[in-house]
């Protein structure tokens, strides 16, 4: 269910800063680079934060019995999905602008957006990053796993 709950934050619209202040800020004026192309995109985020910890600690622990490497996997999950979760909820209340923000936003004279809402949105979800830190959950728990081993 918390896997769920996270899924579910992460289509709600964040909180909304006033944009005055902000419409001439270089910091949020780079230009919008297109979703399509990300270095790491959501498939390798996935594959590098949770199939490559998954398959090193079967590799590691598959000697101490499945117990043991069921009892881990299912740890690594609960860490992946606390993660995604906090992630999106601490995104929701925060709303930190991405770099991006003013090419996606487009904004009028008055300062209202003029942009596609679904890119609006994502751009107000800059903090903190979601790769960063579903890969440091992964990896995180995998060097637990592998410390309690060698113990």
């Known amino acids: 269910t918390i896997l769920t709950v996270a899924i579910v934050l992460e289509f709600r619209s964040p909180f909304e800063r006033a944009l005055g202040p902000q419409l001439h800020d270089p910091a949020i004026g780079y230009p919008h680079v297109p979703g399509s192309y990300c270095i790491i995109n959501v498939r ?86 979601g790769h960063s830190s579903l890969s440091s959950s992964g990896f995180f728990f995998f060097t637990l796993a592998l410390a309690a081993r060698l113990r």
């Open 44 to 129: 390798l985020l996935l594959i590098l934060s949770a199939a490559v910890p998954t398959v090193l600690i079967v590799l590691a622990l598959r000697s101490r019995g499945w117990y043991v490497v069921r009892t881990a996997l299912l740890g690594l999950w609960l860490s992946l999905s606390t993660t995604f979760l906090t992630t999106n909820v601490l995104k929701l209340c925060i709303g930190r602008l991405r770099p991006d923000f003013l090419a996606r936003c487009l904004p009028d004279d008055a300062g209202l957006c003029t942009g596609d809402a679904h890119d609006i949105i994502e751009g107000r979800k800059s903090f903190p990053s």
